[in-house]
């Protein structure tokens, strides 16, 4: 006799249901979060497989849970949260919600669609460290521009002189001068000789003088802020520092740990072949991508997780296009990034993004349309185990040589 699982997660407790392939429940049960409470449920479902393979489903591909339930060798079956909620009218016309019904709903999908969703398979740990290491450096780079963002408004306000300085206001060396200067007062018995010191102090890098520099923060408007505000306005940019000094090393540290993990990993070479991927970019496709090669079953099915592939819906005389929301969003800026980048190395993608232009294309569009022309090249490449080679690109040679 078949069995069916199926657990409605939760950060403190989770709902179990198994049911036989007449859907006559067998179990059901609420399991703790906890380190007994997991391991209470894997010997329950290891009682109820009775010998056999018991396949679960649950809404989630990752986490804790996940990981004990693959470790201890039950056959898990993630279920996109969209086709759960899409299903829950088949089961009562009021459409309401519980855990428990959740959970029984899980394990009847299984039971009835289940050749229409995949097992999972645990990344390698490679990927699964590289892939920890991607979405935390990216995660602290959102924190990062948000920050910047807003103590660039803020000087915008009070010392626009500071903005206008350096080029962006969250590198090392202007966080430094922000430092140093908080306010307009601060700076001003600021000359040349001083900056000259503080850019040497800083090993400065950029190409402008002093002198250059000097004249950019004394041409700025000036401030009309009164003598409190100012202050008060100081008090939040040396605020704003001393929390972005730390996440900008930070991010720099997790940015060098990334590159050395691209560069071990078995696949990293493969990605970074690509024109202009770079090491931090093709770490970010690979940790999205995965070292499991039958996990999208055709580059259609990889195009429309990238979020690259618009959905179509057609009914007799009627057809509309519209943007694919639904999708692994870290993946699609991964390979939008890739693909704009692309385009300024590779004569082929920069044909591909004109073309999409000429056509009334905006930016971000031409660029989705260009890493969807990339992902068949990527596809075949990650299935062959073989680094992109621009000479076998048979759609890239006549451009490379027109270029040349």
């Given amino acids: 006799m078949h069995r069916f699982a199926g657990i409605d997660w939760a950060s403190a407790e989770h709902a179990v249901c198994v049911i036989d392939e007449h859907a006559r429940v067998l179990h059901r049960a609420m399991v703790a979060h906890t380190r007994e409470g997991l391991a209470e449920l894997v010997a329950a479902l290891r009682k109820l497989a009775k010998g056999s393979v018991l396949p679960i489903a649950i ?9 004990t339930l693959v470790e ?3 056959q898990v079956v993630p279920i996109h949260p969209n086709a759960v909620k899409a299903s829950r009218p088949r089961y009562a016309a009021a459409q309401g919600k519980t855990d428990h019904g959740d959970a029984f709903l899980l394990a009847d999908l299984l039971r009835t669609d289940g050749h229409r969703f995949r097992p999972l398979r645990p990344l390698s740990d490679e990927t699964r460290a590289l892939r920890a290491l991607v979405r935390t450096r990216d995660d602290l780079v959102a924190e990062r521009l948000s920050l910047a963002n807003q103590l660039r408004a803020l000087l915008e306000r009070f010392w626009p002189g500071a903005n206008a300085i350096f080029a962006e206001v969250d590198p090392a060396i202007a966080l430094a001068f922000l430092r140093c ?14 900056l000259a010191a503080f850019l040497e102090r800083h090993a400065y890098s950029g190409r402008r003088s002093a002198a250059e520099l000097l004249a950019r923060l004394r041409a700025a408007p000036t401030s009309l802020t009164g003598e ?7 008090e939040l940019v040396l605020a704003l520092v001393a929390v972005l000094e730390p996440l900008v090393a930070q991010i720099h540290r997790l940015t060098t740990a990334v590159e050395h993990a691209i560069e071990t990993h078995p696949d990293g070479a493969l990605f970074a072949s690509f024109p202009r991927a770079g090491r931090v970019n093709a770490a970010q496709i690979l940790a999205e991508l995965g070292d499991d090669r039958a996990r999208f079953v055709s580059e259609e099915h990889l195009a429309a997780e990238a979020g690259v592939a618009p959905i179509t819906r057609a009914s007799g005389k009627s057809r509309a296009v519209s943007f694919r929301w639904a999708c692994n969003k870290r993946m699609r800026s991964a390979i939008t990034c890739f693909a704009d980048n692309s385009r300024h190395d590779s004569a082929w993608a920069a044909g591909v993004y004109r073309s999409a232009r000429a056509r009334g294309c905006d930016h971000p569009h031409a660029t989705r349309i260009l890493a969807r022309a990339w992902i068949r090249v990527l596809w075949r490449c990650w299935q062959d185990h073989r680094p992109y080679d621009p000479a076998l690109h048979r759609a890239a040679v006549p451009a490379e040589a027109a270029a040349v």
């Fill in 72 to 74: 201890a060798g039950f």
């Fill in 181 to 194: 200067y908080p306010t307009p007062q601060s700076a001003e018995r600021l000359g040349e000789k001083r």
């Fill in 228 to 234: 409190a505000e100012a202050n008060a306005s100081g």
């Fill in 59 to 67: 809404e989630r591909p990752t986490g804790l849970l996940v990981d």
